[in-house]
């Protein structure tokens, strides 16, 4: 119990470090100011207005939030060594685990609360467009859905990366395993088409190993109307806690055995 | 039980870029501090002072040997609810302000609300940072930064409080505050543990001292033992004395100093006083004063520092680095 409270504690601190951080303000009012722009787009979109506007809005909120996951992701450790801040929290009775877990679930509430506001925005921007809103607008939530699972997905990626290499080069390995995570079917297929045994294994095995993205996106789909499929939603929702605990415990375990000189 | 205790603690660090050579940073550490006592552990800059705080808090492992907090191997985390720490030179976030820092180090340690009110207003008030409870630390002093930390290390009440270098960047009333606020937690029953390199500070405020000097214990001991061991010599003043008495008394001092019609002699410890003093009477001189002169904390520190470090064959010079 004392453990659940402490990790709790930690994540609202990152919570609010991160709302206080000024960058997440600028990228908020961009996402909402492309919101803005997507009503203009969807005017001159006759006929095809709706989809317009759900693709562009669902794409600033991925875009966007992935950006604050990856950015913030990779100092949510690091800076804390950097700046010492460390020594203050360790030598409480936090275990390193309870302190990667609760950075861990900080800044995924400060993404979900971006998540939400621009969601919000979306709403605003469909009901100035269609003047009321129906049951089949609640479509795009479940891509939501998987937008969020995909933020929850990098962030681990984050900070796995972070525990293992300095903040440049932990946003430029994350960054590229999110653009291969979105390949992998592609990946795969090539492997199949190769006609190339050993080459078909390597593409096989990359797609059974790394975070497969291009799973999780439901955006173009959920644009013309089609709702996410509840066993799509629960299959999903498992890879990635399956995914993100994998991750989270090798950051615990390589910083455990790390040392702050 | 023990409040701190350390084992054959060693450290070695890995230097060099591409050929990687062990650097030992302490070097078979045993002390023993007992409950209740304020404990100075003393030594030049790069002595093995912080790394060896830094061990007892599992922020750097031990290369061998081990340290026992409270009769609690360091690893054993829940210790930690019983102890407190302020860090060399702390930082905190930029971006909270102490309430809100204090608060947080209290919600770790699952201080109730009230609790947590009433301890975080008492702490900001000890340290003087009341007036400037809802500042953002960014816009705080050194000497400010160092106060928070000092309330952060005692948020908990805790039993043991280890002070790194608690002294560093405060003004001399802030100094005075400070060495106040360790005597007002010996005389509460705590046990506190300070690292410092300022003399002075150790002597006002421990009861025993460890001196630390490349890693490598160079002494360890009661302040008032160590001060009553090291009498080196007793001071005479005596006024106007005729120049036969001081003719006399040549044999039996090592040095003489005139002041206007004052003369100060320095006498040997190993010279018998009462001869001294007979020699005195009997030419008529006036005693002004005489002074055992006690060795300080200074001199026995530089005695041990300057002493060739045991078994290197080398001599103990003060190196720079934490």
């Known amino acids: 119990m004392g453990s659940v409270r402490r990790v709790a504690t930690i994540a609202r601190h990152t919570f609010k470090e991160s709302v206080r951080e000024r960058v997440l303000y600028n990228l908020i009012v961009f996402a909402l100011l492309l919101i803005a722009a997507a009503i203009l787009f969807g005017t001159i979109s006759v006929g095809i207005e709706e989809i317009i506007l759900v693709n562009l809005v669902l794409s600033s909120i991925s875009v966007f939030g992935l950006l604050m996951a990856i950015f913030i992701g990779i100092g949510l450790v690091s800076k804390e060594i950097e700046r010492r801040t460390i020594y203050n929290i360790l030598s409480k009775p936090v275990t390193r685990a309870e302190f990667i877990v609760g950075k861990y679930f900080g800044l995924l509430l400060t993404l979900l609360v971006n998540t939400l506001i621009m969601t919000s925005g979306f709403y605003l921007a469909l ?99 089609e709702s996410v499929p509840s066993y799509l939603l629960v299959s999903n929702t498992c890879y990635a806690a399956l995914y993100v605990t994998v991750l989270i415990s090798a950051a615990v375990l390589i910083f455990e055995e790390r040392e702050f000189r | ?108 340690f699952g201080l109730s609300a009230d609790e947590r009110r009433r301890r975080v207003g008492r702490l900001l008030e000890q340290v003087g940072l009341q007036e400037a409870r809802d500042v953002p630390l960014r816009k705080f002093s050194k000497g400010m930064v160092q106060r928070l930390g000092i309330a952060q290390a005692l948020i908990n009440d805790p039993q043991v409080v280890f002070l790194d270098e608690p002294m560093s960047g405060l003004d001399p009333l802030g100094r005075h505050e400070a060495g106040d ?69 040549l044999p039996l001092t090592c040095s003489t100093v005139k002041t206007g019609a004052r003369v100060r002699l320095e006498i040997p410890s190993a010279t018998d006083i009462s001869r001294v003093l007979e020699v005195v009477l009997r030419g008529q001189g006036k005693i ?19 002493a060739p470090v045991e078994g290197s064959g080398e001599k103990g010079i003060v190196s720079s680095g934490g």
């Not at chain 2, 090291?230 to 036969?244: H, K, Y």
């Not at chain 2, 002004?288 to 300057?306: G, H, I, Q, R, T």
């Open chain 1, 127 to 225: 009901l100035y467009e269609k003047r009321r809103l129906e049951a089949a607008d609640l479509v795009p939530l479940g891509a939501i859905c998987f937008i969020l699972l995909q933020f929850a997905l990098v962030v681990a990626v984050a900070i796995f990366f972070s525990c293992i290499s300095t903040p440049i080069l932990s946003a430029v390995f994350t960054f590229c395993l999110y653009v291969i995570g979105n390949l992998l079917g592609d990946i795969r297929w090539f492997g199949q088409e190769s006609q190339s045994r050993a080459l078909e294994m390597l593409t096989s095995t990359l797609y059974y190993l790394l975070p497969n993205f291009g799973d999780f996106n439901f955006i173009a789909r959920a644009a013309h109307g």
């Open chain 2, 288 to 306: 002004v004063s005489l002074n055992p002169v006690k060795m300080s904390l200074e001199d026995y520190f530089m005695k041990k520092v300057a």
């Open chain 2, 1 to 108: 039980m023990l409040a701190v205790e350390t084992i054959h603690l060693t450290k070695d660090y890995q230097v060099g870029f591409w050929r990687k050579r062990p650097r030992r940073a302490v070097d078979d550490l045993n002390l023993a501090v007992e409950l209740g006592e304020v404990f100075g552990l003393l030594g030049p800059n790069g002595a093995g002072k912080t790394t060896t705080l830094k061990m007892l808090f599992r922020l750097v492992f031990p290369s061998a040997g081990s340290a026992r907090i409270l009769g609690k191997d360091i690893g054993d985390i829940p210790v930690h609810a019983y102890v407190g720490y302020l860090p060399e030179n702390p930082y905190f976030y930029d971006h909270l302000s102490p309430e809100e820092f204090l608060n947080y180090a209290a919600d770790l």
């Open chain 2, 181 to 249: 606020l360790i005597l007002r937690l010996k005389a509460e029953g705590k046990t506190v543990f300070f690292s410092t390199h300022i003399l002075s500070d150790a002597e006002a405020l421990c009861d025993r001292v460890a001196i630390l000097n490349r890693g490598r214990l160079q002494g360890c001991g009661e302040l008032n033992k160590i001060l009553s061991l090291g009498i080196s010599l007793t001071e005479l003043t005596l006024e106007d004395p005729s120049p036969e008495l001081l003719r006399e008394l």
